[in-house]
């Protein structure tokens, strides 16, 4: 019922930027939260950074003062731009969205849970 598309992962040298966007579609009536997660290499999947539909955003400690999440809830959109990456910073990124789908208010069922297909982001040396 609603689908995800990530776009803007890559390869970057360590202190560069990459901008990773999200666009959801389909049934949508209200998308509660959106945001992104990570997963490197042998490590479980973890809250990179997460907005409300009022723009509260929540942050990693390891990405605070480094990344910023933002979001257009007129396009179902959000967007991380990640500044002075590190090495560290490497997996592959994971858009989120906890939506309320349905044809209209009144028919609303949710909210549930949903997952982009990931991109990958390297961060070199």
């Known amino acids: 019922q609603v689908q995800l598309v990530e776009s803007g992962g890559g390869l970057v040298q360590a202190g560069g930027s990459l901008r990773l966007s999200c666009a959801a579609s389909?049934?949508?009536?209200?998308?509660?939260?959106m945001g992104w997660y990570r997963q490197a290499p042998g490590k479980q999947r973890e809250m990179v950074s997460i907005?409300?539909?009022?723009?509260?955003?929540t942050y990693a400690d390891s990405v605070k003062g480094r990344f910023t999440l933002s979001r257009d809830n007129t396009k179902n959109t959000a967007h991380l731009q990640m500044n002075s990456l590190k090495p560290e910073d490497t997996g592959v990124y994971y858009c989120?969205?906890?939506?309320?789908?349905?044809?209209?208010?009144?028919?609303?069922?949710?909210?549930?849970?949903?997952w982009g297909q990931g991109t990958q982001v390297t961060v070199s040396s």
């Open positions: 989120n969205a906890v939506v309320l789908v349905g044809s209209s208010w009144a028919l609303r069922k949710g909210p549930y849970n949903y």
């Open positions: 907005i409300t539909s009022g723009g509260r955003t």
């Open positions: 389909g049934s949508i009536i209200n998308i509660n939260l």
